[in-house]
Antibody, heavy 119, light 110 residues
Framework: QVQLQESGPGLVKPSQTLSLTCTVSGGSISSGDYYWSWIRQPPGKGLEWIGYIYYIGSAHYNPSLESRTTVSLDTSKNLFSLKLSSVSAADTAVYFC???????????WGQGTLVTVSS | QSVLTQPPSASGTPGQRVTISCSGS????????VNWYQQLPGTAPKLLIYSIGQRPSGVPDRFSGSKSDTSASLAISDLQSEDEADYYC???????????FGGGTKLTVL
């Protein structure tokens, strides 16, 4: 059974970079034809896809966030990461990591982690 | 304002059949597979339907999905109290070049 777990700071200051990690267990992140995604949900609002990375390392981002987003893989630690730069209060959200990509079928999810942007 | 339009709310009584719609366009629903998610309060979304009408292991066959032209629907039959949740559709958009979600529908079981 694949399991995902997000980790990272729960509070980030405006204009700084939000950094989160998603550790995958129950399977290798670099085996199989899988994509790995980040998705967020502002409090009380809907879901927004941020970006995905393919198991071979190529990434694709939401065009509305692309200039500020980097998703990377660390196959030695079986995890993938999100960096979102120049954050503002509008980036306050629960951030989820999930397995899935361009087909939009995210079959395994982390529990989510709340990141608040505030000084 | 989402590119995919869902009704903000829906309701039904136990045992009833309810449907939730997801309206899109040529660049998303018409051309690509539609997925549906259930999100219980305080939890991560759960994949309910993928590739239009397929159910992951463990999802009851009370849940079904369909698509016609630029719209998709999720049907829940024999409604149960534990179905009370938020439901989202999701699909790839060829114009936006990304995965998009509907705004979500809050289902209340009366």
């Amino acid at each position: 059974q694949v399991q995902l777990q997000e980790s990272g700071p729960g509070l980030v200051k405006p204009s700084q970079t939000l950094s989160l990690t998603c550790t995958v267990s129950g399977g290798s992140i670099s085996s199989g034809d899988y994509y790995w995604s980040w998705i967020r949900q502002p409090p009380g609002k809907g879901l927004e896809w941020i970006g995905y990375i393919y198991y071979i390392g190529s990434a694709h981002y939401n065009p509305s966030l692309e200039s500020r987003t980097t998703v990377s893989l660390d196959t030695s630690k079986n995890l993938f990461s999100l960096k979102l730069s120049s954050v503002s209060a509008a980036d306050t959200a629960v951030y989820f990591c999930a397995r899935g990509g361009p087909s939009g079928d995210f079959d395994y999810w982390g529990q989510g982690t709340l990141v608040t942007v505030s000084s | 304002q989402s590119v995919l339009t869902q009704p903000p709310s829906a309701s039904g009584t136990p045992g009833q059949r309810v449907t939730i719609s997801c309206s899109g366009s040529n660049s998303n629903i018409r051309r690509n597979t539609v997925n549906w998610y259930q999100q219980l309060p305080g939890t991560a979304p759960k994949l309910l339907i993928y590739s239009i009408g397929q159910r992951p292991s463990g999802v009851p066959d009370r849940f079904s999905g369909s698509k016609s032209d630029t719209s998709a629907s999720l049907a829940i039959s024999d409604l149960q109290s534990e179905d009370e949740a938020d439901y989202y559709c999701a699909v790839w958009d060829d114009s936006l070049k990304g995965v998009i979600f509907g705004g979500g529908t809050k289902l209340t079981v009366l």
